[in-house]
Structures are given as structure tokens and as C-alpha cells.
């Protein structure tokens, strides 16, 4: 896997939302996109933070979510990022060492995709034979 690169595994486009975007119209756009995470930007698209489908269990195994709350609330604000340049293994090396399912894919300082367990799989699937075989 270190000569297949993040860009051409990465989903693209990004979804975004902004840090005041309710927490449910961020649920509406994962679930319209039928996505698991959604990337927080600020007003220069800047990479703010990023938000998941873990996010919203945990919300919700708390207790009672509050109908104002925003995303701001609970997302993750300390990101790891990658490059589309990067090796798939790289990114994958990452993923399971900090635990993460979405990776987000910059170039510079835009967001440009976002790689996923789901992509990874996907990759994987279509170049391994099944086992047992």
C-alpha cells in the first residue's frame, strides 16, 4: 500500500459546517450525504474541527441534547490531517494509532477530502483475495 496515495482512495467533495451550525442540521447533512463526519470550517474555510457519528452517540447517551446545542459544543478541535500525497499506509498507520474512522485530507490550508475506514475497506476489498479462499 505505499505506492497507492490518500488522493486516490480520499472522499471528495467535503461537507463543512461552521462551529455555530446547529447540531442538527449538522446531522441532516451527514445523513443527506449519507456520510460519517463532517468537517468544521471558519469563515476562511479554515480547518476548525470535525465532527462524527461517534459524536452524536456520545451526545446522546449523555442524556437529553440540548435543542440549541452547536457544533462547536462537541467537536473535535485538535485534528490530525494528512495530504493527498501521502501514502495509504501512512494515513491507515495513523488511523489506527489515534483510533480514528475519518481523516481529513488538506492541501495547504484547505480541506480537500477526507479518507475513511469505509475507503480504506473498499480499497482493500478489490485488491486481496477473500480469505479462507
Same mark, same amino acid.
Given at each position: 500500500m505505499d505506492d497507492v496515495f490518500v488522493g486516490s482512495?480520499? %472522499? %471528495?467533495? !467535503?461537507?463543512? !459546517? %461552521?462551529?455555530?451550525? %446547529? /447540531?442538527?442540521? #449538522?446531522?441532516? =447533512?451527514?445523513?443527506?450525504h449519507k456520510i460519517g463526519s463532517t468537517i468544521v470550517v471558519g469563515d476562511d474555510d479554515h480547518l476548525e474541527g470535525i465532527i462524527t457519528a461517534t459524536d452524536f452517540i456520545h451526545v446522546v447517551a449523555e442524556g437529553d441534547p440540548d435543542p440549541n446545542a452547536t457544533v462547536a459544543s462537541v467537536m473535535s478541535t485538535e485534528v490530525i490531517t494528512t495530504t493527498a500525497s501521502e501514502s495509504v499506509q501512512t494515513a491507515a498507520d495513523i488511523m489506527i494509532e489515534h483510533g480514528f +474512522?475519518?481523516?481529513? !485530507? !488538506?492541501?495547504?490550508? #484547505?480541506?480537500?477530502?477526507?479518507? =475513511? =475506514?469505509? +475507503?480504506?475497506?473498499?480499497? /482493500?476489498?478489490?485488491?486481496?483475495?477473500?480469505s479462507p479462499s
Open positions: 482512495l480520499m %472522499s %471528495s467533495p !467535503v461537507y463543512t !459546517v %461552521s462551529n455555530d451550525t %446547529s /447540531l442538527q442540521n #449538522a446531522g441532516e =447533512t451527514m445523513r443527506e +474512522d475519518h481523516l481529513p !485530507v !488538506v492541501d495547504g490550508e #484547505a480541506v480537500i477530502g477526507v479518507i =475513511t =475506514t469505509t +475507503d480504506l475497506t473498499a480499497y /482493500l476489498s478489490t485488491t486481496e483475495d477473500p
